[in-house]
């Protein structure tokens, strides 16, 4: 289980996150909605425990531990991975010595050919580089086959669909579904509501904080209706006005 407890984040004395408080449960796929420049982004670098992000207040914990302390490798060994927006590039190393983490993970051909079939390549890409000569959607393909090879407890997938056609949206809930079938957190974050409603759960983002959670279709309903056309970035109203602190 991965709790994030009151989090705060303030750049240039604004609170770019805002007492966050949310919970997150193995095998369970959440979605993270919000426009633009509300804070989404900040809060999986918060989990990632980037250097340039953990001066934050309050307390992410991992399976009972506290891990503010811990440096991005620390959590990446306890199992915390991201997946970057901009796709992979790697100069020099090919689709199969990155899938194998330069061969240090043993797989099968076939375990290579399957997962790269859930991502729509087949294995004529194993002996391509991982660089410019690949688009920037079969970069992406790759980089999503290889967390799923890696397994890890949290995966937080940064706007999975950069850079990937309309058509793939089939192809990112295949790999939302073997994420959480391995047993991952899979915390996506979106602001497409198509993405958005692959989740178990969502949380919808503004100004910092949790402006609601719950059932996908729900959330979603309430971003169109509420932020669709929003004249008040990151300065959060309802319908009954300011929301209080
Ligand atoms: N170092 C910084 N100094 C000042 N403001 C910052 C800093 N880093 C982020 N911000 C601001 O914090 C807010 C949240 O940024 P963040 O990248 O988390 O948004 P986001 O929800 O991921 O947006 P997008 O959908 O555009 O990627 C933005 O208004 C951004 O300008």
Redesign the pocket.
Known sequence: MLEVKGIKLV??E?E?LNTLTATFESGRVYAIL??????????SYVLMGLESHRDYEGNVVFDGEEIDLLSVSERARKGITLGWQEPVRFQGLTVKEYLTLGGKLKLSKEELNETLSVVGLNNEYLDRFVDESLSGGERKRVELASIILISPKVTILDEPDSGIDIMSMEMIERVLERLSDKGSIVII?T?REEIARMADEAFL?CGGRILASGEPEEIVNFYRKLCDNCQHI?EPITEGGQIDD
């Open positions: 750049r240039d604004r770019i919000g426009n633009n420049g509300v804070g989404k982004s900040t809060l974050i602001h983002l990151n």
